[in-house]
């Protein structure tokens, strides 16, 4: 088998609008079309043309380390910018390959990490 890559993620979340508004207005997705399912939900869209989709049925699973890293290219900066919006953002912390990561939650509990590659 050959996978060339990630089409979207899926993530429960407790309230599909107050989610959708933290990935909307904090991290700056785009609402894409989205049939309907029989249950509520969102797909958001990554400037790439990648998804996150936003399932709002069931609980969300508690918080073990699962998360989806999402690739900036100046992560100092991307951490100021989440701050300014009033979300709380770790300190960025530099791996010993270079790359850098920050983490900050959704609404849900859900975690996101930013990425800042070598």
Known sequence: MEISGVHHVS???DDVDV???FYVDVLGM???PR???GFPGYWLGFS???QLHLIGKGEVPPAYGQHFAVT???LEAAVAEVRAKGIKVS???FQPTGAAQSFCSDPSGNLV???QPV
Request: net charge negative; charged share 40%; no cysteine.
């Open 11 to 13: 993530l429960n979340v």
């Open 19 to 21: 989610a959708k508004d």
């Open 30 to 32: 785009t609402v894409d």
């Open 35 to 37: 049939p309907d399912l």
């Open 48 to 50: 790439d043309g990648r």
């Open 72 to 74: 900036v290219p100046d």
């Open 91 to 93: 300190d960025p912390k």
């Open 113 to 115: 990490e930013f990425h």
